[in-house]
């Protein structure tokens, strides 16, 4: 059963725009990863916080974390052709992640 | 540093043919993770192993076994291929973080692709 469920399925947006991807989980965390997708590549991780963290930055990435509202939002500052992937979210519990069904990001040049 | 390895990357079965997909890891993790990736679908486990000798039944494991008798090597073998287990296959290993032995980040193979007619 998934645990994480992105929002919005897909989403299309012009280089140096901002992406904001959302994810909601259901039952208690550890922590909440996101990854990155390139088409026919594997996972790759980008970024992880902790539970008992608010909010995180690496590079041009920012995550936030609501627990009492079970959700998580991703967003990508200054947006590059390079960012073209799909974006997955992670939950931790139970020593198991739980993904959801990610979110397909195209950006446009 | 090669990081986890998958092989092979590509594989055509008839059903009811059996095969065995090998993942390796250089990274000396306690962990190892087999799972498939289906369209509009997120990862879904299938098996996993917490150290040398030891597996674990994911989401959904019926028709996979698994082995793991080196800690960098882990198995994921399809007994009696049927046409439903098309799909692309990961593995993933990851470290332990102590003390509360919470998985960190992990680190994924490129993919293998099984189909089944």
């Known amino acids: 059963s998934q645990q994480g469920e992105e929002d919005p399925q897909a989403l299309s947006i012009q280089e140096g725009e901002n992406a904001t991807m959302n994810c909601s989980y259901k039952?208690?965390?550890?922590?909440l990863q996101w990854y990155r997708q390139n088409s026919g590549r594997g996972l790759v991780h980008l970024i992880l916080?902790?539970?008992n963290e608010r909010e995180k930055h690496s590079g041009r990435l920012r995550v936030t974390l609501d627990t009492s509202k079970k959700s998580s939002s991703l967003l990508i500052t200054a947006s590059r052709a390079a960012d073209t992937a799909s974006y997955f979210c992670a939950t931790h519990s139970n020593y198991q992640l739980i993904w959801g069904a990610g979110t397909k990001l195209i950006i446009k040049p | 540093n090669a990081g986890v390895t998958q092989t092979p990357k590509f594989r055509v079965l008839k059903t009811g043919q059996s095969m065995t997909l090998l993942c390796a890891q250089d990274?000396?993790?306690?962990?190892m993770y087999w799972y498939r990736q289906d369209p509009g679908m997120g990862l879904r486990l299938i098996h996993y192993s917490v150290g040398e000798g030891t597996t674990a039944k994911g989401e959904v494991p019926d028709g996979y076994n698994v082995s793991r008798l080196k800690k960098q090597n882990f198995l994921l073998g399809l007994e009696s291929a049927a046409p439903s287990q098309t799909s692309v296959y990961f593995c993933a290993s990851s470290y332990v973080q102590p003390p509360s032995l919470n998985t960190g980040e992990l680190f994924f193979g490129e993919g293998s692709r099984l189909t089944v007619l």
């Open positions: 990274m000396n993790h306690e962990y």
């Open positions: 039952t208690s965390i550890n922590n």
């Open positions: 916080i902790r539970s």
